[in-house]
């Protein structure tokens, strides 16, 4: 059940607005980079379905991240289609049926098991394209084209453009941020926040908590696959990458950036930590090394993240308007 503090609230509406002008006036790469940026706080938010809310840390996420961005190549590449009616769909049943096969498997299990059988049943999915020459092995496949949206011969709209395309990953933002708030706010989000806190009293009260566990994995799988879709135009690129355990620790560190177990975290994350490796990696090579000092302090002064700070502002200004 997600609560945004007002001043949460006030931020997020004024990071829409300034999201949504800056096209107006920003520079050709950097509405690209937030495209970028938008994309990845949308996968991180729906990990942080399952890591915030259901208490299920996973670290395969980026399979279904990475498994979008292949269907979209193999389609585009292999059968030669690039319409976004037909693309879309794909990307979205394929991350959904793989979440749902691997969140079966994986929610049987608990704790520290659950962490490792997400993670070898997602390297399994990696590995497969990894070992694929037809799939570019290694080295990944350029897509060779972004998809398409035609009504006959009217061209609806145009992955080319830049600034088109940076208003539908705004809009898949925005969009998926709504859908997750009224899910959260539903009797199964409630549900789904009892089951985190004590999962045996949930079971006692005769909840099926394993149903509740694997709807939450399929819903945050399809929202990682729409994100993958997302990628797959932007980039125009699949590589083995984009399925590896690497990619699924980097958007967790995103979540626990921002903060668990709320939405606006892994927004405020995906901002704070690509803007903040794209500016390290201009001051020296060993920027990386930066980023772990970084993400070290964050864990250790911030345990509740960004969205912490956000909270406990929040209170203290509640606090100082009542005592006024």
Known sequence: MPHHPRIALALLALGAVFLAVFPLWGDTFYIRFIARIMIFALFAMSLDLLVGYAGLVSLGHAAFFGLAVYVVAGLVNKAGVTSAFVLLPAALGAAAIAAAAIGWISIRTTGVYFIMITLALAQMVYYFFHDQKEWGGTDGMNIDSKPTVMLGDLKLFDFY??????????????????????????????????????????RALGYDVQRYKLIAFVIAGTLAGLAGFLEAARATFATPAHLGWHESGHVLMIVILGGMGTLFGPILGAFVMLLMEDYFATLT??????????????????????????RRVGRLGRRGAGDG
């Open 285 to 310: 090579e060993r920027w990386l090394l930066i980023m772990g000092v970084f993400v070290i302090l964050v864990v250790m002064l911030l345990p509740d993240g960004i969205a912490g700070v956000l």
């Open 161 to 202: 453009d830049r600034v088109q395309f940076y208003y539908l990953a705004l809009g898949c933002l925005v969009a998926a941020f709504v859908l997750l708030t009224v899910i959260l706010r539903s009797p199964f989000g409630h549900t789904l926040v009892g089951i985190r806190a004590n999962e045996g009293r949930m």
